[in-house]
């Protein structure tokens, strides 16, 4: 799809959970097919909720949320299955399969993708999940299941996916594996939505950051150009996070374009310390 024509388009979105206040109030954003978008903001500030109204499983009282075109309102939550795929939160409760291949295949069978088989194997290779193929998801440790669950979602093979706190129990390895698997997804033209409380992490994979503060937008931009602002790191205090300590010592020695990690930042120090 044409990156001009937003993939998510969401428009004036207000939602509350039964007669409680709004969480979401007047939320206007769009994506495109391809962009990467890292979304923070403090416990409670509508993250999830979001998502959940982008995958359909929760409506707006007011306001219209289009996906792939097609407003969201009324849609199958099947059919919107085939357009956004999701790993939610809390997904580990969700894995019900008994082999880790079963699990994976869910989604792809459910779609009746015909290339399933492929789409499960490739997904399996990418979480480095291939030698536990026929083992049940609960033989293998938590933050392996966790990956299960980022796999089910990226075998899908949906133009755009959502991660919520996709990195949440996973260790180094785990995360190295998640990191690699999210290249190979903006390498095939893949966009997504990563929330995340690990600023760090989120910035080394997305060109965007959505801040959600009270259940309003209140950075909404690049990267780039959020890194070089002087309040960034007020707002990432306000939404309870932390710009990188790379980013923060880029931003100090004035490095432009700020850098997000340390592989980014190290060989400019090195060449400021040559001036000394
Ligand atoms: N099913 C629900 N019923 C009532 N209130 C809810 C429900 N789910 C969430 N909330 C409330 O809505 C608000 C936003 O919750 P949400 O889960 O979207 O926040 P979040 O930004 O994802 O937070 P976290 O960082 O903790 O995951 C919170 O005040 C939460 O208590
Ligand atoms: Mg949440």
């Known amino acids: 799809m044409d990156e001009e024509v937003p993939y998510i388009s969401i428009s004036d979105v207000t939602f509350h959970y039964g007669s409680a206040a709004p969480v979401l109030q007047n939320i206007s954003v769009q994506f495109g097919q391809s962009s990467t978008t890292v979304l923070t903001g403090a416990n409670g500030a509508g993250k999830s909720t979001l998502l959940k109204l982008l995958l359909g499983l929760l409506s707006p009282q007011q306001g219209k949320i289009h996906v792939a075109g097609k407003i969201t309102k009324g849609r199958a939550l099947h059919e919107l299955a085939g357009d956004i795929a999701v790993s939610l939160q809390s997904a580990e409760h969700q894995i019900f399969s008994p082999t880790v291949r079963k699990e994976i295949s869910f989604g792809p069978t459910n779609l009746a993708k015909v290339n399933a088989d492929y789409l499960v194997a490739d997904a399996m290779e990418m979480f480095s999940l291939s030698e536990y193929a026929e083992r049940h998801p609960y033989d293998l440790h938590a933050a392996q299941r966790k990956l299960i669950t980022l796999a089910s979602a990226v075998a899908m093979d949906t133009p755009f996916l959502v991660f919520d706190e996709p990195t949440v129990g996973l260790s180094m390895p785990e995360k190295n594996i998640f990191a690699k698997a999210l290249s190979l997804l903006r390498k095939r033209g893949k966009g997504y939505i990563l929330v995340t409380h690990d600023a760090a992490y989120g910035f080394q994979h997305c060109d965007r950051i959505l801040i959600l503060r009270d ?22 205090k306000n939404a309870k996070a932390q710009l990188p300590v790379s980013s923060r010592l880029s931003r100090l020695f004035g490095q432009r374009p700020v850098a997000t990690t340390v592989r980014d930042f190290v060989p400019f120090l090195k060449e400021k310390a040559n001036d000394y």
Do not use: T, W
């Open 215 to 236: 259940g309003r937008c209140v950075v909404d931009g690049s990267l780039s150009h959020f890194l070089i602002r002087p309040d960034a790191s007020a707002a990432m």
